[in-house]
């Protein structure tokens, strides 16, 4: 009997014991995490755990970790992760400091320097351009004054939202935002192959990369959060990153104007070059279909397509298409205050400047185009058989994307 009892008491104070080990273990587990990274990340911003002598259970603590860091290091590049690497000297400020406090989830491109002061410096003028040109009543568009809130849901299409990193994309077409998209929908794991998340951003089919179905924009907010909808909007805008791409205004036109119209294209030239052909080609039976013109050497001239933007009819009917319409049109760049401005001009410095910014450059990288890209050199040779008068009422018209992004006046173009 009294055997028995002992032994039971035994049996509770050593399972207790066991518990208190078990807890003891985890903690040192818990604790493991703040120190991985450690080395990965250097400097002062990394949370030190406290001194081991505060906390007497965890004095195993450093060797075991150190295990541990010597274990991840071996996957890192050779010499950037070695907990013996020297610090690099602190020369930068805290802004810089909180772009480089990520975790790692691959380890095959992990910056440990700051971006260059220059490229900071562009995003800065860039954004403070913006500023100044929203505040400056002297600049003055449609649509301009209004708050938010009185912006119509479907002008709310061009925003791209990814949850999973607190990501806004506006996407401007003719302005890389193929890549763009493409890189949204890695980021947030919206297509599956096999049930696994497409990593690679170019083995996405092109026909899904513009398929509104693979993103989750504002203008859906309503369907899917109600009245509640514009309200979180305005909490996402606040806390993530908002990015947007531009490029020189006119170069988006002649870029626009070669990929839907020197190209064949069937949906545009039934909606919009036939319109053209009949009003200002002398064309009253256009070809019925963009196989038929082809066949006999007709699509609208480059003056042809400037003259349907100029046309007041042409909004009267509907509102520009997306690949011509202005930026301040898609984006609202007044009410909406984008964290990163990114100019295709720049576009590799600036793509790789961003998804470090964003901390995603571990996750994806942004395709290098081998595209033939529209030249703006190419201006002249394109306006030259546009009327000079036409050239500066599409200047009035695009005038607010040139001032609102730093695109110069083209004079060259405008005063002859
Ligand atoms: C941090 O860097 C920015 C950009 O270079 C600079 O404007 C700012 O003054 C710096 N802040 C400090 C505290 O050094
Ligand atoms: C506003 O823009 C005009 C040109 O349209 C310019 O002359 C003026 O200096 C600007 N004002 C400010 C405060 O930047
Ligand atoms: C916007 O507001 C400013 C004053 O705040 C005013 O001068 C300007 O005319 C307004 N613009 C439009 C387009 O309503
Ligand atoms: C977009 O994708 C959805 C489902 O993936 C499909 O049902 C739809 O037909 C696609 N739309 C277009 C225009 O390809
Ligand atoms: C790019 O296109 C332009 C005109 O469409 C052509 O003149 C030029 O040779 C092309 N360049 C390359 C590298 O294909």
Redesign the pocket.
């Known amino acids: 009997m009294g055997t028995s009892r002992m032994f039971r008491v035994f049996v509770v104070l050593g399972s207790a014991f066991m518990i208190l080990l078990i807890i003891i273990y985890w903690d040192d587990v818990g604790a493991s995490h703040l120190y991985l990274h450690t080395p990965v990340s250097p400097g002062p911003k990394i949370p030190h755990p406290p001194p081991p002598h505060q906390q007497p259970q965890t004095s195993r603590t450093p060797s075991f970790l150190s295990d541990i860091d010597a274990f991840v290091n071996q996957f890192l590049e050779p010499g950037t992760g070695e907990p013996t690497d020297p610090v690099p000297a602190d020369t930068s400020n805290q802004s810089e400091k909180a772009e480089e406090r990520y975790i790692p989830r691959r380890e095959w491109k992990i910056h440990l320097t700051p971006v260059a002061a220059e490229l900071r410096e562009r995003q800065d003028q860039r954004r403070r351009l913006l500023q100044e040109m929203c505040a400056n009543?002297s600049v003055?568009?449609?649509g301009?004054?209004r708050s938010f809130d009185d912006i119509p849901n479907k002008e709310l299409d061009h925003l791209i939202v990814d949850d999973r990193h607190g990501i806004i994309y506006c996407y401007v077409p003719k302005v890389a935002c193929s890549n763009w998209k493409r890189i949204m929908i890695v980021l947030s794991e919206s297509l599956l192959r096999d049930g696994v998340p497409q990593r690679d951003p170019l083995a996405i089919p092109r026909d899904l990369v513009h398929n509104n179905s693979m993103h989750f924009t504002f203008n859906k907010f309503w369907k899917r959060y109600g009245k509640f909808a514009k309200h979180l909007m305005k909490v996402k805008l606040k806390k993530y990153t908002k990015f947007i791409f531009v490029r020189d205004p006119f170069v988006r036109l002649i870029s626009a104007y070669r990929n839907k119209f020197e190209l064949r294209n069937e949906d545009f030239y039934r909606r919009f070059a036939q319109v053209m052909l009949r009003r200002y080609a002398n064309q009253p039976t256009p070809p019925a279909s963009v196989d038929e013109a082809f066949g006999v050497g007709i699509h609208p001239s480059f003056s042809n397509f400037i003259q349907y933007l100029l046309d007041p009819q042409t909004e009267k009917e509907m509102p520009f298409n997306e690949h011509w319409r202005q930026v301040y049109r898609l984006c609202h760049p007044c009410q909406i205050q984008y964290d990163f401005v990114g100019h295709l001009e720049t576009a590799e410095e600036d793509a790789e400047q961003l998804l470090r910014q964003l901390r995603v450059d571990n996750v994806v990288e942004f395709p290098t185009s081998h595209r033939n890209l529209t030249a703006s050199s190419w201006e002249a040779d394109w306006f030259s058989t546009v009327p000079v008068e036409a050239r500066r009422e599409l200047y009035k018209l695009y005038e607010p994307d040139f001032r609102l992004f730093g695109y110069d006046r083209p004079d060259s173009i405008l005063n002859e």
Do not use: L, M, Q, S
């Open positions: 009543d003055v568009f449609p301009k004054n």
